[in-house]
């Protein structure tokens, strides 16, 4: 396609910065980029209409990423972050040497929390089948820290269940407790919630975990390191009014209303503008 045109911003530090999610989840990763760095333009896409990514192949999951990063770039950001842990997992190192701009995904902050957090060495990690299946926790934990014990569970069931605002009571509480069995009777510490959907059920996975282990959320290491970057990159915003959660935009693939219900729970502001967009239209 020839594309819609591009966005261009004669001061790129005034340009949102772009991030992905295969659905609502990485709004858990926004919320935490509005806390550290309100003054921060945010455009987001969450792909609502391909959802789920965790049982999907790696092949596809860098096709749609590449297609989203595509997107993306013609709203003129000038930073990604990959707010989704399987994509991050599958497509970003494959598509790191195709951006134009600078990219960070969410595995690489969570496993330096997580390294930093335990002290008995052993640590959960919970996430779609994707991710647990790629190991990237399992690589990044132990480039970190070799003599790391790393336990991995898949827990599909998690996505809807957060999906459908079931993020704790009976439903959630017994998937829970089957999904994390194991867990609970290794002796991990540290438990590192690999989904972004995940921190939605944050009290319902505590609760079975018991207050020996310590849930890592890496969307708060994601938010770091992206500040990092920006002024690294000279990128940072710095513009005295931008202070105010009227700063991003909000595009789907499918489902708007819905996505824009959800994102009234978690964000707290009105996203009353989603747009929705033929994201299959923006191949390479
Ligand atoms: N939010 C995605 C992640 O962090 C997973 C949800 C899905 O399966 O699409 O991996």
Redesign the pocket.
């Known amino acids: 396609m020839e594309g819609p045109e591009r966005i261009e911003y004669e001061d790129r530090s005034q340009a949102p910065i772009g991030v992905f999610?295969?659905?609502v989840?990485?709004l858990t990763v926004v919320r935490e980029i509005i806390r550290q760095l309100p003054g921060e333009r945010i455009t987001y896409f969450g792909d609502t209409a391909r959802?789920?990514?965790?049982?999907k192949s790696r092949e596809t999951i860098i096709r749609y990423s590449r297609q989203i990063v595509r997107f993306l770039m013609t709203r003129g950001v000038k930073a990604i972050v990959v707010a989704?842990?399987?994509?991050s997992a599958y497509a970003l190192e494959e598509l790191r040497p195709e951006m134009e701009v600078p990219v960070i995904g969410?595995v690489g902050p969570g496993a330096k929390t997580a390294a930093e957090v335990t002290k008995n060495g052993k640590i959960g990690v919970i996430?779609?089948e994707?991710?647990i299946d790629s190991g990237i926790y399992t690589r990044f934990l132990s480039n970190l820290r070799p003599d790391i014990q790393v336990l991995g569970k898949a827990c599909?069931l998690f996505?809807p269940l957060a999906e459908e605002g079931w993020l704790d009571g009976e439903v959630a509480t017994v998937v829970a407790r089957k999904y994390l069995e194991e867990l609970c009777h290794s002796d991990i510490d540290t438990l590192i919630l690999?989904?972004?959907?995940y921190p939605l059920l944050r009290s319902t996975i505590a609760k079975v975990m018991g207050e020996s282990v310590t849930l890592v959320n890496p969307a708060y290491e994601t938010a770091i390191s992206l500040r990092r970057l920006l002024q690294e990159q000279g990128l940072e915003n710095k513009s005295a009014w931008m202070t105010e959660y009227n700063s991003c935009e909000f595009f789907v693939s499918d489902a708007a209303e819905r996505f824009q219900q959800f994102a009234a729970r978690i964000l707290h502001l009105t996203t009353e503008d989603t747009r929705q967009i033929p994201i299959e239209e923006y191949q390479t």
């Not at 959802?51 to 049982?55: H, L, N």
């Not at 989704?84 to 994509?87: I, K, R, V």
């Not at 690999?194 to 959907?197: K, L, P, Q, V």
């Open positions: 999610d295969s659905g989840g990485g959802v789920p990514y965790g049982s989704c842990n399987t994509a969410v996430g779609t994707g991710t599909p996505v690999g989904c972004t959907h």
